[in-house]
């Protein structure tokens, strides 16, 4: 993608400035002989237009290709940072972006500098407001063209006010630097009346925005009970075919939901929302302390939103920040530019484009969640944050426990690991009676992959086994065959654990887990047999968390015995050790035609599996 946008954004740049290049000794003075105007400042002019040129080609090229490539990590948050950000956490988050934006917006403000510089001899030509137009729409295009190269796409309106807010400021300094050193020495005066206006405006802005008393209304009570109710309804209901989900919050879900949140950041805070009629209807009063004192910030919004397949639309009937009522009109021009900015920002778009609808019926907003990261892993990860599960660690030591000190009377060949999975799912059939049958079914697929699948698991998740039990697996444990390939019980188990486990640890360490998968090839080439037992895992440990219904069903169809059949077909007969060469001949590689042919037939061959339905 940068190096088409890169090469665009030089080309471009260069074949405007090098359209006016041509001048002679000649001209300038016949035009200073018309216009009357100093010589020195021409002069200066002169000197800095082809060096601001080469310059402002290099800073712009520089721009998109550190801007494209540095984009993704000013976002860069793993699930679990956002699920339990505290204060502290997004405080940090904050002075983060605050660098990367100032950083960004510097360099807006040098390409206004060399953009002055480039094209301040024209005015002998064109004249000064020609000339200034000019700089006004060479801003324009080239702030359009270095964003757009930051963000892969054609950017928003939203995303160019700042940047051309920083290009204008940095023409001005340019045009101060090439008249000399009078309007340089002018330069401080300027920016202290700059500053001195901001600072009366932001003053002005406080004293109307904060205020001694929060908003007069009664917040959503937190309780544990309700929190656990909550969280289920946040894994909602499968939705068609694809594992598309579903979820229907009330009012009411939604003020605990903002309660909890608000709980972690400010405690002094509180919220409200209401939605009647299609609108939502939220206040929020935001605890500040001002010069040791309580403050409020107090916001009052009425509208909605609404997305369809990725598409985000706002309307914005109301909003007062403090004693200050925002026009209607001004509210009706900016609500556009606001959806279409998160339409096109990269990692916004990402998260609303996983959404296939958002519907604001009655008294609550319906969701549907298309298959994806941020369904299988985000809101899987906001639910147990919700529920207050205790870490994952204690349920799957007793799990791990269950497994080992049982494993003397295991039977042999291809019957030890069905019989492993029927007595992991029995255990947790028992102890889901009185507990959570999600957070049972998560602690024994962990359990078995601590078993089964590679020890490294256990340095994810936590010490689980002691000198004692690890002994008696070791001397108990081989030889755990699915299909007759101890390998695919590996791939099996540890694919389910990195679906599992990604839902609250953190990136780096799921990391670890991924790179157990390949090193246990042994380089043997790329197998579909493995691909199969993957995604069989990974199937297996969604199905038996998706919610309460499901994770109880799959425990009553476990816990007795069952065939193979139930959780993994025959793939005997799918490629096996295929060099790359070989893969790309036949298969076209990863995303191939062919590749794409198989893996819907692995698929067809899951879904005939009935635990993986």
């Known amino acids: 993608m940068f190096p088409l946008k890169g090469l665009a954004t030089i080309l471009l740049c260069n074949a ?31 000197l800095l237009v082809w060096p601001a040129r080469v310059a402002i080609v290099l800073l712009v090229a520089w721009m998109c290709l550190s801007g494209y490539w540095k984009h993704p990590s000013r976002y860069d948050l793993d699930l679990s940072g956002w699920v339990n950000a505290d204060a502290p956490r997004l405080e940090q988050i904050v002075r983060r972006l605050i660098f990367e934006w100032g950083t960004d917006l510097a360099g807006f403000a040098a390409i206004g500098v060399l953009a002055y510089w480039a094209l301040g ?34 950017p928003a309106l939203g995303h160019l006010v700042l940047p051309l807010g920083a290009y204008g400021l940095g023409a001005w300094v340019g045009r101060a630097c090439v008249r000399g050193r009078r309007a340089i020495l002018w330069l401080g005066p300027q920016f202290g009346a700059l500053l001195g206006v901001v600072g009366v405006l932001v003053l002005v802005v406080g004293w109307l925005s904060l205020q001694d008393e929060p908003l007069a209304f009664e917040p959503t009570a937190v309780g544990m009970g309700a929190n656990r109710k909550l969280a289920n309804k946040l894994r909602g209901t499968r939705d068609g075919a694809d594992w598309a989900r579903r979820v229907r919050l009330s009012g009411e879900d939604l003020n605990q939901m903002v309660g909890l949140g608000l709980s972690r950041v400010s405690p002094g805070s509180k ?26 910030l107090n916001l009052h919004f009425r509208g909605s939103a609404r997305i369809d397949d990725g598409e ?9 920040i403090g004693r200050v009522g925002v026009p209607w009109v001004v509210l009706g021009l900016v609500a556009p530019p606001i959806a279409s900015t998160i339409r096109h920002d990269r990692d916004l778009r990402n998260i609303v484009g996983s959404i296939a ?73 028992k102890r889901s009676i009185d507990g959570d049958p999600i957070l049972e079914n998560r602690s024994a697929l962990v359990a078995l992959a601590v078993l089964l699948g590679h020890e490294r698991v256990e340095s994810v998740v936590g010490p689980v086994l002691d000198d004692r039990l690890r002994e008696i697996s070791r001397r108990n444990l081989q030889g755990v065959n699915l299909r007759g390939r101890g390998d ?6 540890v694919s389910a654990a990195m679906a599992l486990i990604a839902c609250e640890q953190t990136s780096d360490k799921i990391g670890v887990l991924k790179e157990v998968l390949d090193a246990e090839d042994g380089g043997s080439g790329f197998s579909f047999g493995d691909l199969a037992a993957n995604r ?28 193979i059949d139930t959780v993994f077909p025959e793939v005997a007969d799918l490629p096996e050790d295929l060099n790359r060469d070989e893969f790309q001949a036949k298969f076209g590689g990863v995303g191939g035609e062919a590749y794409r042919e198989l893996v819907a037939e692995i698929d067809r061959r899951l879904a005939q599996c009935p635990a993986l339905r």
């Not at 030509?125 to 796409?153: D, H, N």
């Not at 939502?280 to 403050?295: H, M, N």
């Not at 009377?409 to 059939?429: I, N």
Request: aromatic content about 8%.
């Open 16 to 46: 405007g400035l090098e359209f006016h290049r041509f001048q002679c000794e000649g001209c300038f003075v016949r035009v200073l002989s018309e216009t009357g105007s100093p010589t020195g400042e021409w002069n200066r002019i002169a």
């Open 121 to 154: 001899n024209l005015e002998m030509r064109i004249g000064r407001w020609a000339r200034l137009g000019l700089i006004v729409g060479a801003g324009v295009a080239i702030c359009g063209l270095v964003r757009g190269g930051q963000l892969g796409q054609i």
């Open 271 to 296: 919220a409200r929302l209401r939605i009647e009629g299609g609108l939502a209807d939220a206040e929020l009063s935001y605890a500040l302390r001002v010069r040791g004192k309580p403050r409020y």
């Open 312 to 320: 985000l639309s706002v309307q914005a009937n109301r909003l007062s």
């Open 357 to 429: 609808s958002v519907r604001m019926t009655g008294d609550a907003v319906e969701t549907v969640f298309k298959p994806g990261e941020c369904n299988n892993t985000f809101l899987p990860s906001i639910a147990l944050a919700i529920s207050g599960k205790p870490n994952l660690i204690v349920p799957t030591r007793e799990h791990v426990r269950h497994l080992v000190e049982g494993s003397e009377d295991l039977p042999d060949g291809e019957g030890r690991f069905a019989e492993l999975l029927r007595r992991a799912f029995d255990f947790a059939r």
């Open 488 to 493: 695919w019980t590996k791939h099996f188990y």
């Open 536 to 563: 069989a895992g990974i199937q297996l440990a969604r199905v038996s968390t998706y919610n309460l219904d499901s994770a109880r069903a799959l425990q009553e169809r476990l816990a007795v015995d069952f065939p």
